[in-house]
């Protein structure tokens, strides 16, 4: 029998009276394919960072071709053929894409930036060398991380969820790439919420719940309902079809907005028009960096609009664009940003605190002191009501993981009881038992009568929620597609020429 490349015998992780891994046993063979199943909080992202060195385990033994090694640091991990794609990214903002390459990987700037361009050009992860990171959305950046990992050559290579932001067409040849990896002996552990993405990509699969291992299993011997169960423990939430609601006043309404970008690697807004009315979802569909993060920050308000086009956008009844992010949250708008990280939250501030940056309206502030007790009250319902996995509302937000962070980002936004939601990427990295009931809980709110702006990469989410649709390809918006009488092929030719499409 062949030996595995990487074993983890009873390995545990405790953060004070958290364990968030505890007593687990995994072995990774040679050219295997290896999916870590669970759901937010199982203890996923914590395992592999014990495994690339990124934290160390309180007990427990980890071999590496069949030799006990102690893996203490990243630099250490990547000497022995180990790679890792965070869930968070690790990339310099201000770096361009070449210079955090280099940092990590050998080699002259000329010879990367080549090096770059046809990793990007081979695996259909295309982005310019030359870009600095910080003018990059968030699927760009994805791609950053995956070649830089790429040209490490490494003889196990960890990716956690690494789909989350990539169309479909770079999934497809992300997957080519794995396989042909595999077949080269190369070891892959694949984190993903995904359970299709598993059955298809993956030779193996471990479960773990509570930080435990509960399982070892065959992906493709079993279908993604059943997957599901065997992960969260329970049945799944169940996302009915509701009946369209009856449309009120349009809440949200852009007419002809073109903005040229600040940014030489950004996207510039052509003649961007777009409305949502009370009881309806609108959703913008697209492959990331067609101008999301543009058209998102004149939504929010984060980026300002010349004097000439600030009549070119209503919100709840007034003229908002010479109003800035606090004013139009004053109307009765709320927001949910694609980075959880820096913008949706403050890393190294406490859930109360970061219920307070958005929430402090809600009686937390008085004669412009903070009353403590209201913005804890206030987390801790979040908490319960949203079951975000965290030792309690103390606990800082960077600490807790990327799904549970999203689901405490949403509850918040949504305890507001906005009169206009704006969600970009709601549900990327959410296990599939949280993304459904987020979703439920938006088509509930809009049957209440609630205005939704969705922007997702991810098709399958619109057309569960959305009344309309809508696709950005260019920084140019499609006309509005009616959901029901729509079909995927539809949206992916806008995707391509966002001049087609359906009155």
């Excluded at 990987?105 to 930036?113: A, D, R, Y």
């Excluded at 970008?261 to 961007?272: A, N, T």
């Excluded at 006309?479 to 359906?502: H, L, N, Q, V």
Aim: charged share 25%; with cysteine.
């Amino acid at each position: 029998m062949a030996q595995p490349l990487l074993s983890l015998r009873g390995v545990t992780k405790r953060y004070g009276p958290v364990h968030a891994n505890s007593g687990v046993d995994l072995d990774v063979m040679p050219g295997a394919i290896h999916a870590i199943l669970g759901e937010n909080g199982a203890g996923k992202s914590t395992l592999m960072k014990l495994i690339y060195g990124v934290e160390t385990p309180d007990e427990g033994t980890i071999e590496w071709r069949g030799e006990p090694t102690q893996i203490g640091s990243p630099a250490i991990a990547r000497r022995l053929g180990i790679g890792m794609v965070f869930q968070h990214f690790s990339l310099f903002e201000t770096l361009t894409v070449a210079e955090n390459v280099s940092l990590l990987v050998p080699g002259k700037k000329k010879e990367l930036t080549e090096r770059i361009v046809q990793l990007g050009k081979e695996f259909g992860l295309e982005v310019d060398p030359l870009a600095h990171v910080h003018a990059l959305s968030v699927g760009e950046r994805q791609r950053v991380e995956i070649i830089r990992c790429l040209m490490v050559d490494p003889k196990l290579l960890i990716l956690d969820e690494p789909t989350s932001v990539l169309p479909p067409q770079s999934v497809d040849l992300l997957f080519d790439t794995l396989r042909r990896l595999s077949a080269r002996g190369v070891s892959i552990l694949f984190i993903s919420h995904k359970l299709e993405e598993i059955r298809s990509i993956c030779t193996h699969a471990t479960i773990l719940r509570g930080g435990k291992v509960t399982g070892n299993v065959v992906p493709r011997d079993f279908d993604a309902h059943t997957l599901a169960t065997m992960m969260i423990g329970r049945d799944m939430p169940h996302l009915s079809a509701t009946e369209p609601v009856k449309r009120g006043e349009k809440q949200l309404e852009i007419l002809g907005l073109s903005l040229a970008s600040d940014d030489p690697f950004g996207v510039s807004l052509k003649d961007i028009s777009l409305h949502v009315r009370e009881g309806e979802i609108l959703g913008i569909a697209g492959v990331s960096g067609n101008g999301q993060t543009e058209l998102a920050a004149v939504i929010s308000g984060e980026t300002p609009l010349p004097k000439a086009m600030r009549d070119g956008i209503s919100m709840l009844g007034q003229k908002a664009g010479a109003l800035n992010p606090a004013r139009r949250r004053e109307l009765g708008f709320a927001f949910v940003p694609e980075d959880r990280l820096g913008q949706g939250t403050v890393p190294e501030l406490s859930l109360v605190k970061n219920s307070i940056l958005t929430a402090h309206r809600r009686g937390m502030v008085q004669s412009g002191m903070i009353r403590r007790g209201r913005a804890e009250t206030f987390a801790e319902d979040c908490i319960a009501e949203n079951d975000v996995r965290t030792p309690g509302p103390t606990a800082e937000a960077g600490s807790l993981s990327g799904g549970n962070l999203q689901k405490f980002i949403i509850g918040r936004e949504l305890m507001l009881e906005p009169k206009l939601l704006f969600l970009n990427q709601p549900t990327w990295g959410v296990d599939i038992g949280a993304a459904t009931a987020i979703r439920k809980r938006l088509i509930e709110l809009r049957s209440a009568g609630c205005a939704i702006l969705v922007i997702s990469e991810e098709l399958e989410e619109l057309f569960e929620l959305s009344d309309y649709m809508q696709v950005l390809s260019e920084g140019r918006l499609s006309a509005r597609f009616k959901t029901s009488e729509t079909a995927p092929e539809d949206i992916g030719r806008a995707m391509i020429d966002a001049s087609e499409g359906a009155a």
